[in-house]
């Protein structure tokens, strides 16, 4: 076997290889010389995120868990790309590494999943939603304050376990995972951006590289979808405007519709007693701007 063209950098993850493995098609796809028997190879990278499954130091060590070891392994050039959830990756990239393609984003809706088949409004008062994003956590208490949410650990299928055998009454999920994992038949309703607005990022895939490495950029600038970018500069603005100054979750969603792009974006307490809500409209040109102004707002 010749030695491979491009190394891809992942987590381990049933949800991270499958995202790898959609890149490594679309490559193979745009170029004959990497559709090649070993032409991408794909390095599992295991990272602090992987490691770790408490929700309180996740959010100690704040963003980036789920990136550091796969960035340093883009530094010292043991891979050339990295393949991410661009929901897990921070607003601030190390130095010399930058995002050169968004592919097209999948479905970024929240999926609902309940034991006893009823949706958000139904569920009897009491009953114990698991999830271990505050974000959710503070939608759900914002909609239905008689709920408990118990902090839920572990990948996609251990969650979907665990509902199963009762640790919970519900659930949520990134629709895009579940669909990626082929695991969407499983659930009870897709939740609305109105009831449950989005992570921002959700459901898009990212490709990071070194910025000086012209070769990689080459092939990476082929799966860029310009309407996914826009969308999620946007997003990433709102977040990175309030960076530093917010500790609290951050939801927001753009959406491209005849030439125009909305944003909306949403801060709110952990317990779902207070939050502010902004809606911005532009061109998509000036994604990054509109999603800065929506975040100093
Ligand atoms: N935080 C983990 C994570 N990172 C990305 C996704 C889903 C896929 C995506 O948003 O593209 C998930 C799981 C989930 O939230 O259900």
């Not at 930058?98 to 309940?114: K, N, T, V």
């Not at 939603?129 to 239905?144: D, E, K, N, P, Y």
């Not at 996914?228 to 530093?244: M, N, Y």
């Amino acid at each position: 076997m010749t030695s491979p063209l491009l190394k891809i950098g992942t987590r381990g993850s049933p949800l991270a290889l499958a995202q790898a493995h959609e890149t490594r098609d679309r490559l193979a796809a745009a170029f004959p010389e990497l559709a090649a028997e070993g032409a991408v190879e794909i390095v599992v990278i295991k990272t602090t995120g992987d490691r770790i499954q408490d929700r309180t130091l996740m959010e100690a060590g704040g963003k980036g868990l789920f990136t550091k070891e796969i960035e340093e392994a883009l530094l010292d050039g043991s891979v050339d790309l990295a393949v991410h959830s661009m929901k897990d990756v921070p607003t601030w990239l190390p130095q010399g590494l930058h995002i050169s393609a968004l592919l097209p984003r999948e479905d970024p809706r929240d999926a609902w999943f309940c034991r006893h088949g009823c949706g958000l409004d139904e569920l009897p008062a009491g009953s114990v939603v698991g999830t271990a994003s505050l974000r959710r956590q503070a939608l759900i208490l914002m909609r239905r304050p008689d709920l408990k949410v118990l902090a839920f650990r572990g990948n996609v299928q251990t969650r979907l376990r665990k509902l199963g055998e009762g640790v919970v009454d519900a659930t949520l999920l990134a629709l895009a995972g579940l669909r990626r994992l082929g695991l969407a038949d499983k659930l009870t309703a897709v939740l609305e951006p109105h009831q449950m607005l989005p992570a921002v990022a959700q459901g898009a895939i990212g490709i990071e590289t070194r910025m000086d490495d012209a070769r990689t950029n080459a092939y990476v600038a082929a799966l860029n979808c310009g309407e996914t970018a826009a969308r999620v500069a946007a997003e990433r603005a709102v977040l990175a405007a309030l960076d530093g100054s917010c500790r609290t979750p951050i939801a927001a969603l753009a959406t491209i519709a005849d030439g125009s792009l909305s944003l909306s974006a949403l801060v709110i307490r952990p317990d779902g007693t207070e939050w502010y809500r902004t809606e911005r409209i532009g061109l998509p040109e000036e994604a990054a701007l509109l999603g800065a102004a929506a975040g100093r707002s």
